[in-house]
């Protein structure tokens, strides 16, 4: 099983990426999907997720407004949009899935696989 994000690179503030996670997954429409960041020093933390069939989504508050998560199916791929980006959105980004969004939230423990990240960094 393999998760591929891509789509980092260096950009502005205020600026707009949208970041990609392939996924290899037979049953990729069985997983809820979230987008996780680790900047330098700090842990992983959760920024967005989206349930197995798109219906339900969750962001962190330091995101919400400016970021979309979205996922198509068919690709076994999920997305992020982030517009707007701030310098402190500088991190790598990682896709992960489980089984729930409650699961992908609450504990990083319960992510079932890992992608390889990929950074994203915001100058000001």
């Known amino acids: 099983v393999q998760l591929q994000a891509s789509g980092g690179g260096l950009v502005q503030a205020g600026g707009s990426l949208r970041l990609s996670c392939a996924a290899s997954?037979?049953?990729?429409?069985?997983?809820?999907m979230a987008w996780f960041r680790q900047a330098p020093g700090k842990e992983r933390d959760v920024v967005a997720a989206?349930?197995?069939?798109?219906?339900?989504?969750y962001y962190v508050d330091s995101v919400r407004g400016r970021f979309t998560i979205s996922r198509d199916n068919a690709k076994n791929t999920v997305y992020l949009q982030m517009n707007s980006l701030k310098p402190e959105d500088t991190a790598v980004y990682y896709c992960?899935?489980?089984?729930?969004?409650?699961?992908?939230?609450?504990?990083?423990?319960?992510?079932?696989?890992w992608g390889k990240g990929t950074q994203v960094t915001v100058s000001s």
């Open positions: 997954l037979r049953t990729f429409s069985d997983y809820a």
């Open positions: 992960g899935a489980g089984l729930t969004i409650g699961d992908l939230v609450r504990d990083k423990g319960k992510v079932d696989y």
């Open positions: 989206i349930s197995w069939g798109g219906g339900s989504t």
